[in-house]
């Protein structure tokens, strides 16, 4: 289907949030797509205009205002209708609630994170297993499940990550197979099965049979700027909100049946759904791992992503009711050297946020983001897929944005994109969606296209210098490098 035909576009556009990434969409929705800027309309309770100030004079509309849960269902109806598209780029909107809307109302929707109304509510209380995103998906689960028919498109979680590295694993996995294949790594009934599972695009499949045991969503964020952080002050590329709601949740990862061990404090889920992550009692702000990008060997956070769900389950290979394969699978977020000075800075304060946040826009003066999937202990070790993006190519392609916000901003257009072509397929994780169809639609925004095998692992380059003092190497399984163990920053 053509997406940008007129007969398939909305009649409005609904933007709830008017942050950093809301302000890249905008202009990507007008310029791409071919969306009557008089067709979007802006929500916000902070007065952001001056920075969606060129989309306004175009015709795009603002209004200062604020949906709640008191206020969700009179709010969406005087603002969206049949066959409209709702894009939820705002914090904590209960997203069974808002998706529950949209069903009844055939409305199109789309996140990039899934939120609830008071991730703060009883946190010393609470069982950390009830603030992992394991539980906001299953509630999705069960939402879905009572749905008679899929209704209106609702793509949940589709920014860069989650969202784009879903799609990045998949072109990952392919290109890894074909050389496998081609190179002769892959032979007799192995390279049989690896050539049927790519016919039929079995990436659990491709998965299992490539050995592929840990994937990382590893990124690191080199964007400087030339206003240093100040005192108290907690500065960062994109939604320091976001930053902060996950990174004081517990760290949460999908947990690949080669795992030995389970790591200390973990906990491990027991209700009736996939049971394909643990989590561990302690912020993933404060949980660091080893982890590889294109510019080299990083130390990432372990923050909590939705992919780590969603990545993991689409990739376990069931056989009788019991997970015979399944990756470990996690974030490892090294991010822009002023929002690790202000996550430091954080905890000296014990969590209570700093009095001022800023988000980098204009005075970044140089740096890129590299995001991408690092998928390991296969044949190869290592391979990395993902985009590498520079603030001034992204500033050709969006002005006043960052490198981080259009890598965003690209996989929410590509979602848009679909929905326009597919308006009718009910609720979606981005593992479910077309990934050429995706990537084709981001990458003119993603800067280079990185994919290539890598010759890696996390105790090749390993460094302890007091290792012959402490009990450290004890700690280590040196005959399987991809347990976690090997990962984990002590």
């Known amino acids: 289907m053509n997406a940008n035909s007129s007969a398939l576009l909305p009649a409005r556009i609904l933007v709830l949030g008017c942050g950093s990434v809301a302000q890249c969409t905008v202009p990507l929705l007008i310029d791409d797509l071919g969306i009557a800027p008089s067709s979007i309309h802006i929500v916000d309770f902070v007065d952001n205009r001056h920075r969606v100030a060129d989309a306004l004079a175009k015709g795009v509309t603002y209004e200062s205002g604020r949906l709640t849960r008191e206020n969700l269902d009179e709010f969406l109806s005087s603002r969206c209708k049949d066959g409209d598209i709702l894009l939820d780029l705002a914090w904590n909107i209960d997203c069974p609630t808002i998706l529950q809307w949209c069903h009844d109302h055939n409305v199109r929707y789309l996140n990039t994170s899934v939120e609830v109304w008071d991730p703060y509510e009883d946190l010393a209380s609470t069982d950390p297993r009830d603030r992992t995103l394991y539980v906001r998906h ?24 989650p969202g784009l590295v879903s799609h990045f694993v998949k072109r990952a996995l392919t290109q890894m197979s074909k050389r496998m294949l081609t190179d002769g790594t892959a032979t007799g009934d192995r390279a049989v099965a690896l050539e049927s599972a790519l016919a039929s695009q ?35 590329t994109w939604s320091v909100d976001g930053l902060y709601e996950e990174g004081i949740a517990p760290a949460e990862l999908g947990w690949g049946t080669h795992e030995k061990t389970l790591p200390k404090n973990a906990w491990q889920h027991e209700d ?29 956070l372990v923050i909590r992503h939705g992919e780590s769900y969603t990545m993991s389950d689409h990739l376990t290979v069931w056989k009788d009711g019991r997970a015979t394969y399944r990756p470990t699978v996690h974030y490892a977020y090294c991010p822009s050297d002023v929002a690790i000075m202000s996550i430091h800075e954080l905890l000296m304060r014990n969590y209570e946020m700093q009095p001022e946040q800023r988000i980098l826009n204009d005075e970044i003066v140089q740096g890129e983001d590299q995001l991408g999937v690092l998928l390991m202990g296969h044949d190869y070790n290592a391979w990395w897929t993902g985009s590498i993006l520079d603030i001034n190519e992204a500033r050709s392609k969006v002005p006043h944005q960052s490198a981080t916000t259009l890598q965003v901003a690209a996989s929410v257009l590509a979602a848009v994109k679909w929905m326009i072509a597919e308006p009718m397929q009910g609720l979606k994780v981005p593992d479910e969606l077309p990934h050429d169809f995706i990537l084709d639609a981001a990458s003119p925004y993603l ?17 302890d210098v007091f290792d012959q003092w402490s009990d450290l190497a004890a700690t280590l399984d040196r005959s399987d490098p991809w347990q976690f163990g090997n990962f984990l920053c002590p």
């Open 272 to 300: 009736d759904g996939p049971r394909n992550q643990i989590c561990i009692a302690q912020p993933g702000m404060e949980t660091w791992v080893r982890s590889w990008v294109p510019a080299g060997e990083i130390r990432g």
């Open 202 to 236: 079995a990436f659990n499949h491709l998965a299992m049979l490539t050995g592929t045991k840990v994937i990382h969503i590893s990124e690191r964020d080199t964007q400087l700027a030339v206003e240093p952080k100040r005192v108290n002050e907690f500065v960062n």
């Open 138 to 161: 299953q509630d999705l689960r069960r939402l879905k499940a009572k749905w008679g028919k899929p209704g209106a498109s609702a793509v949940v979680e589709h920014g860069a990550n």
């Open 447 to 463: 800067g280079t296209i990185w994919s290539d095998a890598v010759d890696w692992d996390p105790l090749r380059t390993r460094r």
